[in-house]
C-alpha cells in the first residue's frame, strides 16, 4: 500500500471530532485509506444494495447492526442517515472519532454535514496520489514526464496492469452513468460528452462558455450548470484569477484544470507518452500536472488552498500565487527540459511590480538546477515541495 500524506492529519482530526467526513474523486483511495488508518472499525459500504435498503428503511436497525466505530462507504446514496448520526453523536458528543464518512458528491455531502452535523464533523478532500506518494519506493530519476501525463495519478494505475485508454474510458462512462445522473437528471449525454472534450482542449486557458455553447449546441446556462456538476464530482478544478478587490475574482473568467491529466489526455485522443511528447498541448498538460499536485498537497495538508493566477491586460501572467497573508508566492510552470535564464522573465517582471514575495519558484520538466544564490528558486517538478 502507497503512504498517504493525509495519513497525520486523518488521524488527528478523528481525535478531534465525533465525526470525520472524507470526499474525493472515485477510486482515489478513500477507502482504502480509512481502512487503513482506522483498522479496528466497523464498515458498511451503502454501494451494497441490501446494506442500503436497511439504512434507507430502516435506519435504527442499521446503526444497532453497525456498531460504531464505523466507516460508512459513499454515504451520498443516503444522505438523510446524517440527522440518525447526529442523534447517535449527541448522546456521546464528547466521544471523538464515532464515525468515518466518505463520498463522491461534494455537494450532496457538504450540505448533510452542513444542515445536519455541523460543528461535529471535520471535513477532509482526498484527491489522487501526489508526485512525493507516487515515487515513494521507486528511482524519481527513472519517471517520465510524458508518461506521467498520459497515466495521471490514480492508485489504481500505479502497478502497471492496466492500460491509461481502457481505465479511463471505463471511468468516463462508470462516471457519467452513475454520478452524474446522481447529482442532475442529464438527458443529453452526447452533448455533455463533446463538452467534456472541449474542456480538454483547453485545460490551463480561460473558458469562454458564451463560444462553447455553439460548439456543444446548449445554452450558457446549461453549460454553467454541467461545469458545476463536474467540479462537484472533482473531474475538474477552476483556478481564480487574483485581485486585490475580492469581488473582482468572482467576476472574472477563471482557468479550468484537470484533476487528473490522464482523463484529460484520454479526451483529448492520446494514446501513449510520444504522441503527448509532439501534442501541441504538452505545455499545458504540463501545468495542469503540477497545478494538480500542489492543489494535492495543500489538501492533504487541509489548508484552505488559497490558489490563484495573476493576469494582466499588457500580457503579464503568472501560473499559480499562493497566498501568505500579505504576500504572495508567485510559481511559474514551463514544460521544458532545458535551462534558460529567458524562462524567468514573467517572474521578474511581477516582482518589479509586488516587491513583497516569499520564495518566487521556477517549477520546470528539467533536472539541471542553476547554481548560486538565485532571488528565483529553480526546481524540478517532482522535487517542488510547498
Not at 481505465?167 to 462508470?174: D, E, F, I
Not at 482523463?263 to 503540477?290: D, T
Not at 529553480?378 to 515541495?385: A, E, I, T
Amino acid at each position: 500500500m502507497i503512504q498517504r500524506e493525509m495519513t497525520k492529519v486523518m488521524k488527528k482530526r478523528a481525535k478531534e471530532y465525533p465525526v470525520l467526513t472524507v470526499v474525493g474523486p472515485r477510486q482515489s483511495g478513500k477507502t482504502t485509506l480509512v481502512k487503513s488508518c482506522f483498522p479496528n472499525y466497523n464498515y458498511a459500504n451503502l454501494e451494497d444494495p441490501e446494506t442500503r435498503d436497511l439504512a434507507e428503511t430502516d435506519y435504527k436497525r442499521f446503526l444497532s447492526t453497525y456498531k460504531t466505530p464505523l466507516i460508512i462507504d459513499e454515504i451520498q446514496r443516503v444522505p438523510k442517515l446524517a440527522s440518525a448520526i447526529q442523534v447517535k453523536v449527541d448522546e456521546n458528543r464528547s466521544r471523538t472519532g464515532q464515525y468515518i464518512l466518505t463520498g463522491s458528491h461534494q455537494p450532496v455531502l457538504k450540505q448533510t454535514v452542513t444542515q445536519s452535523l455541523a460543528g461535529r464533523s471535520a471535513f477532509l478532500e482526498l484527491l489522487p496520489l501526489t508526485f512525493s506518494e507516487l515515487c515513494k519506493g521507486r528511482n524519481k530519476k527513472g519517471a517520465d514526464v510524458d508518461d506521467l501525463i498520459l497515466t495521471g495519478t490514480m492508485p489504481e494505475l500505479t502497478n502497471g496492469l492496466i492500460k491509461p485508454s481502457v481505465y479511463y474510458k471505463n471511468y468516463v462512462n462508470s462516471y457519467i452513468e452513475r454520478d452524474v445522473r446522481l447529482i442532475s437528471n442529464i438527458e443529453n449525454t452526447s452533448s455533455f460528452n463533446r463538452f467534456l472534450v472541449l474542456l480538454a482542449g483547453r485545460i490551463g486557458q480561460l473558458v469562454n462558455l458564451n463560444t462553447l455553447s455553439g460548439e456543444v449546441g446548449v445554452s450558457h446556462t446549461t453549460l454553467n450548470s454541467w461545469l458545476n456538476i463536474l467540479e462537484a464530482s472533482f473531474i475538474v478544478f477552476r483556478l481564480e484569477p487574483y485581485y486585490a478587490n475580492i469581488g473582482k475574482r468572482l467576476i472574472k473568467t477563471p482557468k479550468i484544470y484537470f484533476t487528473e491529466t490522464g482523463l484529460a489526455a484520454y479526451l483529448l485522443g492520446i494514446k501513449n507518452s510520444e504522441q503527448v511528447s509532439s501534442h501541441p498541448l504538452r505545455g499545458n498538460l504540463f501545468e495542469n500536472l503540477v497545478a494538480g499536485d500542489i492543489l494535492r498537497h495543500e489538501k492533504n495538508a487541509d489548508n484552505d488552498g488559497d490558489l490563484f493566477f495573476f493576469r494582466t491586460t499588457n500580457g503579464l501572467e503568472i501560473d499559480l500565487l499562493r497566498l501568505y497573508n500579505d504576500s504572495f508566492q508567485p510559481i511559474e510552470i514551463k514544460s521544458s527540459m532545458t535551462y534558460n535564464p529567458s524562462l524567468e522573465n514573467s517572474l521578474e517582471r511581477f516582482m518589479d511590480i509586488f516587491p513583497k514575495v516569499v520564495k518566487p519558484t521556477l517549477i520546470y520538466a528539467g533536472k539541471n538546477i542553476p547554481p548560486g544564490d538565485k532571488k528565483i528558486e529553480w526546481r524540478n517538478y517532482l522535487d517542488f515541495k510547498l
